[in-house]
Protein backbone atom coordinates (compact mmCIF):
# COMPACT_ATOMS: atom_id res chain seq x y z
CA UNK A 1 0.00 0.00 0.00
CA UNK A 2 2.79 2.37 0.75
CA UNK A 3 4.52 1.72 -2.38
CA UNK A 4 1.44 2.50 -4.39
CA UNK A 5 0.75 5.67 -2.66
CA UNK A 6 4.06 6.55 -3.58
CA UNK A 7 3.67 6.00 -6.79
CA UNK A 8 0.44 7.56 -7.35
CA UNK A 9 2.03 10.95 -5.70
CA UNK A 10 4.88 10.51 -7.64
CA UNK A 11 2.59 10.47 -11.03
CA UNK A 12 0.06 13.26 -9.78
CA UNK A 13 3.38 15.57 -9.12
CA UNK A 14 4.48 14.84 -12.88
CA UNK A 15 1.14 15.40 -13.88
CA UNK A 16 0.94 19.07 -12.62
CA UNK A 17 4.35 19.65 -13.76
CA UNK A 18 3.35 18.71 -17.35
CA UNK A 19 -0.04 20.85 -16.88
CA UNK A 20 1.70 24.22 -15.65
CA UNK A 21 3.86 23.92 -18.83
CA UNK A 22 0.89 23.65 -20.74
CA UNK A 23 -1.02 26.50 -19.49
CA UNK A 24 1.52 28.62 -19.00
CA UNK A 25 2.72 28.37 -22.73
CA UNK A 26 -1.59 28.30 -24.18
CA UNK A 27 -1.82 31.41 -22.37
CA UNK A 28 1.68 33.31 -23.00
CA UNK A 29 1.23 32.70 -26.75
CA UNK A 30 -2.64 34.33 -26.81
CA UNK A 31 -2.34 37.66 -28.73
CA UNK A 32 -2.76 41.08 -26.88
CA UNK A 33 -0.80 42.68 -24.04
CA UNK A 34 -2.51 43.00 -20.96
CA UNK A 35 -0.54 46.27 -19.97
CA UNK A 36 -2.37 47.80 -23.23
CA UNK A 37 -5.82 46.44 -22.30
CA UNK A 38 -5.08 47.89 -18.83
CA UNK A 39 -4.42 51.77 -19.73
CA UNK A 40 -6.12 51.85 -23.23
CA UNK A 41 -5.20 51.92 -26.69
CA UNK A 42 -4.15 55.95 -26.23
CA UNK A 43 -1.78 55.19 -23.65
CA UNK A 44 1.63 56.92 -24.20
CA UNK A 45 4.89 54.19 -24.66
CA UNK A 46 6.68 55.22 -21.78
CA UNK A 47 3.93 54.47 -19.64
CA UNK A 48 3.17 50.97 -20.77
CA UNK A 49 6.51 50.30 -20.43
CA UNK A 50 6.67 51.60 -17.09
CA UNK A 51 3.31 49.50 -16.19
CA UNK A 52 4.94 45.87 -17.82
CA UNK A 53 7.94 46.62 -15.69
CA UNK A 54 5.47 46.66 -13.27
CA UNK A 55 3.78 43.87 -13.71
CA UNK A 56 6.95 41.85 -14.44
CA UNK A 57 6.51 41.48 -18.04
CA UNK A 58 9.03 42.57 -19.35
CA UNK A 59 11.28 39.89 -17.81
CA UNK A 60 12.07 36.92 -20.12
CA UNK A 61 9.48 33.72 -20.51
CA UNK A 62 11.57 31.50 -18.70
CA UNK A 63 12.19 33.42 -15.71
CA UNK A 64 8.07 34.43 -15.40
CA UNK A 65 7.24 30.24 -15.81
CA UNK A 66 9.69 29.56 -12.58
CA UNK A 67 8.70 33.03 -10.90
CA UNK A 68 5.24 31.89 -11.15
CA UNK A 69 6.10 28.26 -9.87
CA UNK A 70 7.47 29.15 -6.81
CA UNK A 71 5.11 31.74 -6.31
CA UNK A 72 2.47 28.99 -6.09
CA UNK A 73 4.12 26.36 -4.64
CA UNK A 74 4.56 29.04 -1.05
CA UNK A 75 0.92 29.68 -1.56
CA UNK A 76 1.36 32.88 -3.36
CA UNK A 77 -0.20 32.67 -7.06
CA UNK A 78 -0.04 36.82 -8.51
CA UNK A 79 -1.24 40.01 -8.05
CA UNK A 80 -4.45 40.33 -10.42
CA UNK A 81 -4.07 42.88 -12.96
CA UNK A 82 -7.28 43.94 -12.85
CA UNK A 83 -8.23 43.55 -9.28
CA UNK A 84 -5.02 44.46 -8.35
CA UNK A 85 -5.26 42.61 -4.97
CA UNK A 86 -3.22 38.89 -4.40
CA UNK A 87 -5.22 36.36 -6.55
CA UNK A 88 -5.13 34.25 -3.67
CA UNK A 89 -7.69 36.57 -1.73
CA UNK A 90 -9.68 36.02 -4.66
CA UNK A 91 -9.41 32.64 -5.51
CA UNK A 92 -10.80 32.49 -1.52
CA UNK A 93 -13.66 34.56 -2.06
CA UNK A 94 -14.89 32.63 -4.70
CA UNK A 95 -14.01 29.35 -3.81
CA UNK A 96 -16.31 29.78 -0.69
CA UNK A 97 -19.27 30.17 -4.09
CA UNK A 98 -17.97 27.07 -5.98
CA UNK A 99 -17.20 24.49 -3.84
CA UNK A 100 -20.08 24.41 -1.84
CA UNK A 101 -22.00 24.66 -5.20
CA UNK A 102 -19.97 21.55 -6.53
CA UNK A 103 -20.70 19.39 -3.32
CA UNK A 104 -24.91 20.31 -3.41
CA UNK A 105 -24.78 19.38 -7.35
CA UNK A 106 -22.81 16.29 -6.51
CA UNK A 107 -24.75 15.54 -3.13
CA UNK A 108 -28.06 15.82 -5.15
CA UNK A 109 -26.92 13.59 -8.46
CA UNK A 110 -25.97 10.96 -6.29
CA UNK A 111 -29.31 11.40 -4.03
CA UNK A 112 -31.00 10.76 -7.40
CA UNK A 113 -28.70 8.54 -9.34
CA UNK A 114 -27.92 5.60 -7.58
CA UNK A 115 -31.71 4.98 -6.14
CA UNK A 116 -32.54 5.02 -10.23
CA UNK A 117 -30.13 2.94 -11.18
CA UNK A 118 -30.19 0.48 -8.75
CA UNK A 119 -34.18 0.24 -9.02
CA UNK A 120 -33.79 0.28 -13.01
CA UNK A 121 -30.99 -2.66 -12.56
CA UNK A 122 -33.19 -4.57 -10.18
CA UNK A 123 -35.92 -4.33 -12.70
CA UNK A 124 -34.63 -4.80 -15.52
CA UNK A 125 -36.99 -4.54 -18.91
CA UNK A 126 -39.96 -3.75 -16.78
CA UNK A 127 -42.06 -0.34 -17.23
CA UNK A 128 -39.83 1.26 -14.37
CA UNK A 129 -36.88 0.77 -15.95
CA UNK A 130 -37.93 1.63 -19.69
CA UNK A 131 -39.27 5.03 -17.45
CA UNK A 132 -35.95 5.91 -15.92
CA UNK A 133 -33.67 4.48 -18.50
CA UNK A 134 -35.98 7.42 -20.97
CA UNK A 135 -35.57 9.92 -18.08
CA UNK A 136 -32.32 9.93 -18.13
CA UNK A 137 -31.80 9.89 -22.05
CA UNK A 138 -33.90 13.62 -21.47
CA UNK A 139 -31.56 14.67 -18.70
CA UNK A 140 -28.13 14.30 -20.79
CA UNK A 141 -30.01 15.57 -24.10
CA UNK A 142 -30.79 19.03 -22.34
CA UNK A 143 -27.95 22.04 -22.23
CA UNK A 144 -28.07 22.36 -18.31
CA UNK A 145 -27.91 26.54 -19.40
CA UNK A 146 -31.14 26.13 -21.08
CA UNK A 147 -32.53 23.99 -18.10
CA UNK A 148 -31.47 26.92 -16.16
CA UNK A 149 -33.05 29.47 -17.79
CA UNK A 150 -36.37 26.83 -17.02
CA UNK A 151 -35.93 26.48 -13.83
CA UNK A 152 -35.38 30.66 -13.47
CA UNK A 153 -38.29 31.31 -14.83
CA UNK A 154 -40.85 28.92 -13.40
CA UNK A 155 -38.84 28.64 -9.80
CA UNK A 156 -37.93 33.04 -9.52
CA UNK A 157 -39.67 34.96 -12.04
CA UNK A 158 -43.06 32.88 -12.00
CA UNK A 159 -43.22 31.50 -8.36
CA UNK A 160 -40.92 33.91 -6.39
CA UNK A 161 -40.00 30.80 -4.50
CA UNK A 162 -36.13 31.68 -5.41
CA UNK A 163 -33.93 34.59 -6.54
CA UNK A 164 -33.28 35.53 -9.94
CA UNK A 165 -29.43 35.41 -9.68
CA UNK A 166 -26.44 36.27 -7.25
CA UNK A 167 -25.41 35.04 -3.91
CA UNK A 168 -26.87 35.93 -0.39
CA UNK A 169 -23.76 35.11 1.16
CA UNK A 170 -22.83 32.99 4.11
CA UNK A 171 -23.13 36.20 6.56
CA UNK A 172 -26.45 36.14 6.44
CA UNK A 173 -27.16 32.32 7.39
CA UNK A 174 -26.67 29.13 5.84
CA UNK A 175 -30.22 28.73 4.88
CA UNK A 176 -29.92 31.67 2.82
CA UNK A 177 -26.81 30.40 0.82
CA UNK A 178 -27.82 27.28 0.33
CA UNK A 179 -31.26 28.90 -0.90
CA UNK A 180 -29.35 30.86 -3.58
CA UNK A 181 -27.43 27.84 -4.77
CA UNK A 182 -30.14 25.34 -4.74
CA UNK A 183 -31.47 26.25 -8.33
CA UNK A 184 -27.35 26.44 -9.88
CA UNK A 185 -27.49 22.85 -7.72
CA UNK A 186 -30.34 21.39 -9.63
CA UNK A 187 -29.14 22.55 -13.36
CA UNK A 188 -25.73 21.16 -12.77
CA UNK A 189 -26.97 18.30 -11.18
CA UNK A 190 -29.73 17.10 -14.10
CA UNK A 191 -26.98 15.84 -16.87
CA UNK A 192 -24.74 14.68 -14.54
CA UNK A 193 -27.51 12.59 -12.62
CA UNK A 194 -28.64 10.92 -15.63
CA UNK A 195 -24.98 9.73 -16.49
CA UNK A 196 -24.50 8.63 -13.32
CA UNK A 197 -28.29 6.36 -13.34
CA UNK A 198 -26.86 5.17 -16.46
CA UNK A 199 -23.56 4.17 -14.98
CA UNK A 200 -24.94 2.31 -11.88
CA UNK A 201 -27.18 0.25 -14.22
CA UNK A 202 -25.19 -1.07 -16.47
CA UNK A 203 -22.29 -1.87 -13.59
CA UNK A 204 -25.46 -3.33 -12.01
CA UNK A 205 -26.30 -5.62 -14.47
CA UNK A 206 -22.88 -7.03 -15.25
CA UNK A 207 -22.46 -7.70 -11.39
CA UNK A 208 -26.13 -9.49 -11.16
CA UNK A 209 -24.54 -12.03 -13.99
CA UNK A 210 -21.50 -13.11 -11.85
CA UNK A 211 -21.07 -16.55 -11.02
CA UNK A 212 -21.06 -15.43 -6.80
CA UNK A 213 -24.09 -14.03 -7.39
CA UNK A 214 -25.82 -17.09 -8.93
CA UNK A 215 -24.31 -18.69 -5.66
CA UNK A 216 -25.26 -16.90 -3.43
CA UNK A 217 -29.31 -17.30 -4.80
CA UNK A 218 -28.52 -20.92 -5.32
CA UNK A 219 -27.83 -20.75 -1.62
CA UNK A 220 -31.17 -19.37 -0.70
CA UNK A 221 -29.89 -15.70 0.14
CA UNK A 222 -33.31 -13.65 -1.30
CA UNK A 223 -33.00 -10.77 -4.06
CA UNK A 224 -32.74 -7.59 -1.72
CA UNK A 225 -29.90 -9.38 0.65
CA UNK A 226 -27.84 -10.50 -2.57
CA UNK A 227 -28.47 -7.46 -4.34
CA UNK A 228 -27.59 -4.72 -1.12
CA UNK A 229 -24.82 -7.31 0.35
CA UNK A 230 -22.93 -8.11 -3.03
CA UNK A 231 -23.90 -6.33 -6.24
CA UNK A 232 -24.32 -3.08 -5.23
CA UNK A 233 -20.91 -2.42 -3.41
CA UNK A 234 -19.01 -4.87 -6.12
CA UNK A 235 -20.58 -2.24 -8.98
CA UNK A 236 -19.25 1.02 -7.01
CA UNK A 237 -16.28 0.05 -8.98
CA UNK A 238 -16.48 2.04 -12.12
CA UNK A 239 -19.36 4.26 -10.82
CA UNK A 240 -16.35 5.99 -8.53
CA UNK A 241 -14.88 6.65 -11.44
CA UNK A 242 -17.52 8.89 -12.53
CA UNK A 243 -18.57 10.30 -9.51
CA UNK A 244 -14.53 11.45 -9.20
CA UNK A 245 -15.30 12.49 -12.53
CA UNK A 246 -17.91 14.91 -11.80
CA UNK A 247 -16.83 16.29 -9.07
CA UNK A 248 -14.34 17.71 -10.57
CA UNK A 249 -16.19 18.85 -13.37
CA UNK A 250 -18.75 20.21 -10.94
CA UNK A 251 -16.07 22.48 -9.87
CA UNK A 252 -13.98 23.71 -12.58
CA UNK A 253 -17.19 23.21 -15.42
CA UNK A 254 -19.53 25.19 -13.80
CA UNK A 255 -18.45 28.60 -15.87
CA UNK A 256 -22.02 29.05 -17.88
CA UNK A 257 -24.19 28.21 -14.84
CA UNK A 258 -22.45 30.70 -12.74
CA UNK A 259 -22.91 33.78 -15.25
CA UNK A 260 -26.45 32.40 -15.85
CA UNK A 261 -27.27 32.83 -12.33
CA UNK A 262 -24.51 35.52 -11.71
CA UNK A 263 -22.65 33.84 -9.04
CA UNK A 264 -19.51 35.16 -7.88
CA UNK A 265 -17.70 32.06 -7.99
CA UNK A 266 -14.21 30.61 -9.64
CA UNK A 267 -15.97 29.65 -12.91
CA UNK A 268 -17.08 33.13 -12.93
CA UNK A 269 -13.70 34.52 -12.32
CA UNK A 270 -11.91 32.70 -14.90
CA UNK A 271 -14.34 34.09 -17.55
CA UNK A 272 -13.90 37.56 -16.51
CA UNK A 273 -10.11 37.13 -16.19
CA UNK A 274 -10.38 35.92 -19.87
CA UNK A 275 -12.00 39.02 -20.78
CA UNK A 276 -9.95 41.49 -19.41
CA UNK A 277 -6.37 39.67 -20.66
CA UNK A 278 -6.13 39.44 -16.36
CA UNK A 279 -3.77 36.21 -17.49
CA UNK A 280 -1.88 36.00 -14.16
CA UNK A 281 -5.35 35.32 -12.49
CA UNK A 282 -6.51 32.68 -15.26
CA UNK A 283 -3.43 31.05 -14.85
CA UNK A 284 -3.34 30.77 -11.47
CA UNK A 285 -6.92 29.32 -10.97
CA UNK A 286 -6.75 26.94 -13.91
CA UNK A 287 -3.94 25.22 -12.53
CA UNK A 288 -5.11 25.20 -8.95
CA UNK A 289 -8.67 23.32 -10.66
CA UNK A 290 -6.27 21.04 -12.21
CA UNK A 291 -4.51 20.16 -8.75
CA UNK A 292 -7.65 19.55 -7.65
CA UNK A 293 -8.89 17.64 -10.81
CA UNK A 294 -5.95 15.60 -10.14
CA UNK A 295 -6.59 15.13 -6.71
CA UNK A 296 -9.65 14.20 -6.78
CA UNK A 297 -8.29 11.49 -9.44
CA UNK A 298 -5.66 10.34 -6.78
CA UNK A 299 -8.71 9.87 -3.71
CA UNK A 300 -10.79 7.80 -6.28
CA UNK A 301 -7.93 5.14 -7.04
CA UNK A 302 -6.99 5.55 -3.39
CA UNK A 303 -11.20 4.50 -2.39
CA UNK A 304 -11.12 1.58 -5.09
CA UNK A 305 -7.93 0.08 -3.62
CA UNK A 306 -10.01 0.36 0.03
CA UNK A 307 -13.33 -1.01 -1.18
CA UNK A 308 -12.32 -4.11 -3.61
CA UNK A 309 -10.10 -6.19 -1.57
CA UNK A 310 -9.04 -8.16 -4.63
CA UNK A 311 -7.06 -4.59 -5.62
CA UNK A 312 -5.48 -4.40 -2.38
CA UNK A 313 -4.27 -7.74 -2.22
CA UNK A 314 -2.84 -7.14 -5.67
CA UNK A 315 -1.09 -4.25 -4.68
Known amino acids: MTSFLFGRIVSMAISLLVASIIIFAILEILPGDPAQFMLGVNAQPDTLQALRTQLGLDQPVILRYFSWMAGMLHGDFGISYTYRSPVTELVLQRVAVSAPLALYALTLTILVAFPAG ?143 FYLPGLGRLIFQGITQRDLITVKSVVMLLVFAVIFVNFLVEVAYVLIDPRLRHQR
Do not use: C
Not at 122 to 147: C, E, H, K, Y
Not at 196 to 207: F, G, I, N, Q, Y
Open 118 to 260: IIAAARRNSATDLTVMGATQIGVAVPNFWFAIILMWVFAVTLHWFSAGGFAGWNKGFFEGIKSLTLPAIALALPQASILARVMRSSLLDTLGEDYIRTARAKGLSQNKTLWRHAVRNALIPVLTIVGLQFSFLLAGAIIIENV
